[in-house]
């Protein structure tokens, strides 16, 4: 006898096939479901950056590596600005003009030192905002590393501090004082570093090239440079920029008499340090420093940040704080002292905020 067979009806194959496809979408769909999520996981948003290696979106800064950094970041630009100038190979132009009508000029100090130190601070700290006077040119990109290294009188002065790495905007000036630079008058010359927290200084530094001196501070932390033990109120000695001592000296001495001394002088970077107790023989020292027209950011927030540091002042000439967030500009002229009354010389030189607007 033959042995029974199973027979489907045309029906029963048509269910049947129905139910294996069905069986094998829903794995192929969960498959497919997993590659897409491990794809989107994987790689950058598009058009995003990349986050770096050590870093991540809302991570925290060390106010005190950052400071070590932003002083050798100045240093080492500091030896590209020394190398071009004794090299005599500056390639100077015009980059533009002030308001004022004067030339700006650029040199191959100010690019090869603006390349070395963003790329220092970036490669160190690549989730912190910089800004910097010079642009920075993508293509030209050196990579720049930092040995994790702590120099010890900012390891015995300086605390450890995170603050969130979005609450921090780094402005560099790979060059102050270019105008004397390429009329080799190398005392003005500096590179800077600032570091601002919600928009306020706490750490600069101020670096001569052809000296070899550096100054730092770090507001509520340490510094390696102090105030002068005594400063001049009655008659002070006046530092201004060259362009316009003549803007200044007038107001001036009809305010403090004709004993009043105005020191001409280049590069914001100096001016600051004229305030201060600095052992050079080429650093000219004052008792105030005012400018009367419009300012970079990247030229004054250093020199702010130490002046603080110390428990000087440096705000626009009608008193108000300059906020280091936003435009790169400051508007306002500005005036600095230290160990003295601020708010009093702002009162005694009213006529002053008249001629920044001239």
């Known amino acids: 006898m033959a042995p029974m067979g199973i027979r489907l009806s045309p029906l029963g194959m048509a269910v049947f096939c129905l139910l294996g496809l069905g069986v094998l ?25 990349e986050t770096p290696h050590g870093s991540a979106p809302g991570g925290a800064v060390d106010l005190r590596e950052l400071l070590a950094v932003s002083v050798l970041a100045a240093v080492r630009g500091g030896e590209e600005v020394k190398r071009v100038r004794e090299g005599n190979v500056l390639n100077a132009k015009a980059k533009g003009k002030t308001r004022e009508g004067a030339e700006e000029q650029l040199t191959t100090g100010d690019l090869l030192s603006n390349r070395r130190m963003f790329y220092l601070l970036k490669g160190a700290f690549p989730a912190v905002q910089i800004n910097s006077e010079e642009r920075v040119d993508t293509a030209d990109q050196e990579t720049v590393s930092w040995d994790h290294s ?12 995170e603050v969130p790495a ?20 190398r005392q003005y010359v500096t590179t800077m570093v600032c570091v601002a927290v919600n928009g306020k200084p706490v750490i600069g530094v101020i670096h001569k090239p052809f000296s070899s001196y550096t100054a730092w501070a770090m507001v509520d932390g340490g510094s390696n440079v102090k105030a002068r033990s005594s400063y001049n109120e009655k008659t002070p000695r006046i530092i201004v920029s060259r362009s316009h001592a003549g803007k200044v000296e007038q107001v001036a001495r009809q305010t403090f008499g004709n004993k009043t001394v105005i020191i001409p002088a280049g590069g914001a970077g100096y001016k600051v340090l004229a305030l201060l107790d600095v052992p050079e023989k080429n650093q000219e020292q004052a008792d105030v ?3 009367v027209t419009y300012i970079k950011k990247w030229d004054i927030c250093a020199g702010n940040a130490v002046l603080r540091a ?11 704080e300059i906020s280091y967030t936003g435009s790169d500009g400051n508007e306002g002229g500005l005036i600095a002292s230290i160990n003295m009354n601020h708010k009093a010389l702002i009162e005694k030189l009213p006529d002053l905020e008249k001629t920044s607007h001239k």
């Open 289 to 291: 420093y005012i400018h």
């Open 166 to 185: 979005e609450s921090v905007t780094v402005w560099i000036d790979p060059l102050d004082a270019t105008q004397e630079y390429t009329e080799d008058l």
């Open 25 to 49: 979408y829903h794995l192929y769909s969960g498959f497919l479901a997993g590659r897409f999520a491990f794809f989107m996981l994987s790689e950058p948003a598009a058009g995003g950056p």
């Open 310 to 320: 110390l428990g000087g002042h440096m705000t626009t000439l009608t008193g108000e």
């Open 150 to 161: 702590i120099p010890e009188d900012i390891k015995q002065k300086i605390q450890p501090k």
